[in-house]
């Protein structure tokens, strides 16, 4: 019996061994010769939304930044570093899409030494501690550079989409090096400002009626990735600020909980839900359900610098 | 757990490790084993429902005893009775209460009598239509003395609850497999390579196949009253593929996997849509579950002997009984209905059993004849999903009417298919090549053992590799549940 197992595990593994340099062979030809539509779980999407692409780079280039943005698109389209440079704050928005508290705590892990700063404005957006986190994996692996972080999220994810994504971006990374490493700065009606903003042409925002208030499920993952980068943070004596960016009125009534995730942010640090320390409409302040434009961005950023640092 | 999951991708490497190697080949510890694994297997998805299965097990381990024990007709009998009465009143609180209790409402309230009767948010638990009949076919060949009762409990909780095939089936005899839990288990690497096939295959139409083909239909039924007939019946086309690829790969998965811990199960389907009419679907689709319907109900009703009035009766029985086992709903009963109303001038003229080779056997292409007569026993197939997919029968009939109507020459294009993951295109070729793979290999157990055959090896990994390449660039990311979990 031990033979005809242990010949079927030689032979298993020996699959194994011949299967994953063939697969991964796979990936990179059809990532190489198929359109995005033609192949469903290969994302590789270097420059595609959010300028990620950039901003990294810029990020490992920038030195003492002062004040580090953190969080989602909310945090690379709602805090504008020019308004910060005019009231004398050096700051760095290190913002990406749909980017989770475990996606935070790698970036901090890659940059925060470099930008080294002295106040993180971290924007806690309810949804983010209740996302999987696939999104921020494929923006990252293919705007990023690659490291155990980019396996962690491999692990988080458990998503065959993350494991392409990675195989296709180590190929890219390792072979082409140089291959699209200019992204534009100006792409359809976004800018990329320099410090990591990006800027939407100037656009309004047509009222949705509200759907129903749900009850939110918070990722017991996406709370401990939290709490420890908070940790990290306070024991290298950074004054950490958590914000919650304004959204539409809309938006913000589907969320049915707002004390209970007030109260865990309050006990986790301090805290300012702009929801509730500002009065936006809807329709002139912002230019989706998510995102403020030109004027809410002035507005909101202007009430922070008082809120925060003048007061 | 899910046989598509992570969860699964980790346990089934760990249980066969500790089978073969920590167990050292001890029979007793390896079925003790087997129920450990069983009950986490379960277990992972509620735990709560453990005890009926524990319940499930005690009651028929102690009919079977006290069949053996008792030698008076009536007081088996008895017992027997009330083996089945345990066994189906469980099945039928937690599956039919909401089910009658309404309908009763709805039948008195219809005769002028208006009634309330409460209807309980009651969880349908996973896979207790499976293990329930399975411990009913122990106690019922037990009651005919075709089998002799078990005196291992443990032998006997490990059959009932063995994890591969506990929540989905095959729907085990217990003639066949209570058995293998007596003899000594040997490792076959023959026997654990193919089964390695197997699972590879069936995670295959799982997850590339099936739920890509969920994806197309739910889009199609949820909003049926805005397409025309044409992608109607598509969509009821992409729901045959999706029940078939759905269930059957969960089988080749429970079979495989069987296959790692030495056991054999049986087969429960068979290219069921090549088949030429619809008695040779029937004895190519979910086999183990029409086999037992067949033993346990249509042959003690009389079968097909007797007079024509009771053959058409038995057939409706059958039928409607299975459909009803699906699910409580109207839909499911109709699915049933149909099928036997399918059935009936096959049997009434004695032509049920006219097909009993494969098709086109030993040719690349099957005679015009037959092809036209697999053409359409595949599409009345796809008229009968139609009922059990429909939400209701209501739906199920407008969808049918539009099907029925001039709409169903409209050209479907790519704007009807707007918010499926997958490009159309895509998907229809993936079709093709299952449907190629699965014509290739009609004469052997799955379709992969077709490739598996071939004696060059480089050959055979290259088969592997490209399912396994499929599984990678085309499955669905989320872990969806199989259809069959719910029935």
């Known amino acids: 019996m031990h033979k005809e197992l242990s010949h079927f595990l030689r032979r298993l593994l020996l699959f194994a061994g011949f299967a994953l340099p063939v697969y991964w062979l796979c990936i990179v030809v059809t990532g190489e010769l198929l359109p995005q539509r033609y192949r469903e779980n290969l994302s590789y999407l270097r420059g595609a939304y959010g300028h990620t692409f950039t901003r990294m780079q810029e990020a490992g280039a920038t030195h003492d930044a002062g004040i580090l943005f953190l969080g ?53 957006y309810p949804e983010t501690f209740m996302l999987d986190g696939v999104e921020a994996s494929l923006d990252l692996i293919s705007n990023d550079h690659n490291d155990r972080y980019s396996a962690g999220f491999l692990l988080q994810n ?98 049915a909980s707002h004390q209970a995730f007030d109260s865990l942010m309050h006990a986790s640090g301090e805290y300012y839900n702009f929801n509730d320390i500002m009065q936006l409409d809807d329709s002139l302040h912002f230019f989706d359900a998510h995102h403020l434009n030109h004027e809410g961005v002035a507005l909101f950023n202007r009430t922070l610098i008082k809120e925060v640092f003048e007061k | 757990m899910l046989f598509n999951s992570i969860d699964f991708a980790v346990f089934l490497p760990i249980v066969f490790v500790l089978y073969w190697f920590v167990t050292q080949g001890r029979l007793r510890l390896q079925n003790l084993l087997i129920v450990a694994a069983s009950y986490l297997f379960y277990g992972w998805w509620d735990w709560r429902f453990l005890s009926l299965i524990l319940f499930s097990t005690l009651v028929d381990y102690t009919v079977g005893l006290a069949l053996k024990d008792v030698e008076n007709q009536r007081k088996r009998k008895l017992w027997l009775l009330a083996s089945i009465f345990v066994n189906l009143g469980l099945l039928g609180f937690f599956k039919y209460y909401n089910f009658f209790a309404e309908n009763f409402a709805a039948a008195f309230s219809f005769f002028g009598s208006p009634i309330k009767t409460g209807s309980l948010h009651i969880i349908l638990p996973v896979g207790i239509s499976f293990y329930t009949f399975q411990t009913m076919s122990y106690t019922i060949d037990v009651y005919r003395r075709k089998l002799e009762p078990t005196r291992d409990f443990i032998a006997f909780t490990a059959y009932v609850s063995f994890f591969p095939q506990l929540v989905a089936g095959p729907i085990e005899r217990a003639a066949n497999l209570l058995p293998q839990f007596y003899r000594k288990r040997e490792f076959s690497y023959a026997i654990a390579a193919e089964g390695m096939r197997q699972i590879l295959w069936g995670l295959f139409k799982k997850v590339v196949i099936a739920d890509n083909a969920a994806d197309f239909a739910n889009l199609i039924f949820n909003h049926s009253d805005q397409y025309p007939g044409s992608v109607l019946f598509l969509g009821g086309v992409f729901f045959a593929f999706q029940i078939y690829c759905d269930f059957s790969g969960y089988s080749d998965i429970a079979i495989g996997t069987a296959r790692l811990f030495g056991f054999e199960l049986m087969r429960n389907f068979a290219f069921p849509y090549f088949s030429r009419d619809i008695a040779e679907f029937w004895r190519r689709w979910h086999i183990s579950l029409s086999t037992w319907f067949r033993d346990y109900v249509y042959i003690p009703l ?36 149909l099928n036997a109303l399918y059935f009936l001038p096959l049997l009434l003229t004695r032509r049920n ?135």
Request: with cysteine; aromatic share 16%.
């Open chain 2, 353 to 487: 059993r006219m097909h009993l080779d494969i098709i086109g056997h030993g040719r690349v292409l099957p005679p015009l004849k037959e092809t036209l007569k697999m053409l359409l026993t595949f599409t009345l197939t796809v008229i009968a999903w139609i009922f059990f997919r429909a939400e209701n029968m209501g739906h199920a009939i407008s969808i049918l009417r539009e099907i029925g109507s001039a709409s169903l020459f409209t050209l479907p294009g790519g704007h009807h298919f707007a918010g499926t993951s997958l490009d159309p295109g895509v998907m229809f070729l993936l079709l093709g090549l299952f449907i190629l793979a699965e014509w290739l290999g009609r004469s052997r157990p799955f379709a992969l053992s077709h490739f598996a055959a071939h004696r060059w090896w480089g050959f055979r990994w290259f088969a592997y590799m490209m399912i396994i390449v499929l599984i990678g660039l085309f499955a669905q990311t989320t872990e969806s549940p199989f259809i069959y979990f719910q029935f």
């Open chain 1, 158 to 255: 458990s998503n065959i989409k993350v494991l392409n994504t990675l195989l296709f971006s180590i190929y890219r990374n390792t072979i082409w090096p140089r291959y699209n490493q200019k992204e534009q700065g100006k792409k359809g009606m976004d800018t990329y400002i320099p410090g990591g903003y990006v800027e939407r042409d100037m656009a309004c925002f047509r009222y949705e009626a509200p759907e129903k208030p749900v009850e939110k499920v918070y990722k017991p993952s996406q709370i401990r990735a939290f709490q420890k980068s908070l940790a990290m943070l306070q024991k290298r004596h950074i004054r950490v600020i958590l914000v919650q960016a304004p959204v539409t009125r809309g938006l913000y009534a589907t969320f």
């Open chain 2, 302 to 337: 009389g079968g097909s002997h007797g007079s024509a009035w009771i053959r058409i009766r038995n057939t409706f029985i059958i039928f409607v009984v299975s459909g009803f086992w699906h699910g409580a709903n109207w839909t499911f009963v109709a699915w049933g209905a």
């Open chain 1, 72 to 124: 989602s698109s909310h945090t690379y389209r709602g805090f504008d570093t020019r308004i910060f440079a005019k009231h004398g704050f050096k700051t760095f928005n290190l913002g990406s899409s749909s980017q989770t508290p475990i996606h935070t705590r790698a970036l901090l892990y890659r940059y925060l030494d470099g930008l080294n700063p002295d106040v993180v404005i971290w924007e806690v």
